[in-house]
């Protein structure tokens, strides 16, 4: 089981470029989650998927913000244009039951 | 709404002794889960321990043990024998079953010292 794999792990980008973040769950789990972590605002969900169908967008911050998850085994959230203060951790996590859910390593967006 | 609240930013503790973080929740949903997630300098999130709701004993894994007050909707995590690899952030998150969704508590910076 290689976990949560999500990528880039690092990116940097100048104001008003398009940034694309992807997730690929782990199989068999029918949750996906974005989650946003600033020092200011801590963890915050974003958007949840189950069984790839969006649940709840409601955290995502504006229409700059979108996310898809096209089949199980993938995900996106596409920020466009950016802005510097979307610079944070961005992390995808998936869960199969209700006792845990497993997160990737993390996308280190700085958006200047 | 639901709500995780977590009062101490920073602790310390001396290496080798028992520290125990806070943890509250908020919810009206009778059934729901409780985690506590460890998040180390290099930024991974650590599932550590659950709590449902429903269980009758305190949740232990290993030397982490979680103080579950559910009158008092307190959710402590008790980690034994600190060791410097303790040091970290940690975070208290609630589940409400049947949203999917996980909440998270601001997070309280743990440093053990030698």
């Known amino acids: 089981d290689a976990g949560v794999i999500q990528s880039p792990r690092h990116e940097v980008t100048e104001m008003g470029q398009e940034v694309t973040l992807r997730c690929k769950p782990i199989?068999?789990?029918?949750?996906l989650f974005w989650y946003r972590q600033t020092m200011m605002r801590g963890l915050e969900l974003l958007i949840y998927f189950n069984n790839n169908v969006p649940i709840d967008d409601s955290g995502m911050p504006e229409d700059r913000f979108s996310a898809k998850m096209p089949n199980a085994s993938f995900s996106t959230l596409k920020i466009q244009p950016s802005e510097p203060r979307d610079s944070a951790v961005y992390f995808c996590?998936?869960?199969?039951?209700?006792?845990?859910?497993?997160f990737g390593s993390g996308t280190r967006l700085t958006v200047v | 709404a639901q709500k995780i609240t977590q009062t101490q930013p920073g602790m310390f503790v001396q290496e080798k002794e028992a520290v125990t973080l806070d943890c509250t929740y908020d919810t009206s949903d009778p059934s729901y889960g409780l985690f506590w997630y460890k998040q180390p300098s290099s930024g991974e999130m650590i599932f550590l321990i659950y709590?449902?709701?429903?269980?009758?004993q305190n949740a232990t894994e290993g030397r982490y043990s979680l103080n579950f007050q559910k009158a008092r909707k307190s959710a402590n995590l008790v980690i034994s024998a600190s060791q410097l690899g303790d040091s970290a952030m940690y975070f208290c998150?609630?589940?409400?079953?049947?949203?999917?969704?996980?909440?998270f508590g601001q997070g309280t910076t743990l440093q053990v010292k030698p």
């Open positions: 709590q449902g709701s429903y269980d009758q």
């Open positions: 199989s068999g789990h029918d949750y």
């Open positions: 998150a609630m589940r409400v079953r049947g949203t999917g969704k996980l909440i």
């Open positions: 996590a998936s869960s199969r039951t209700e006792y845990g859910y497993t």
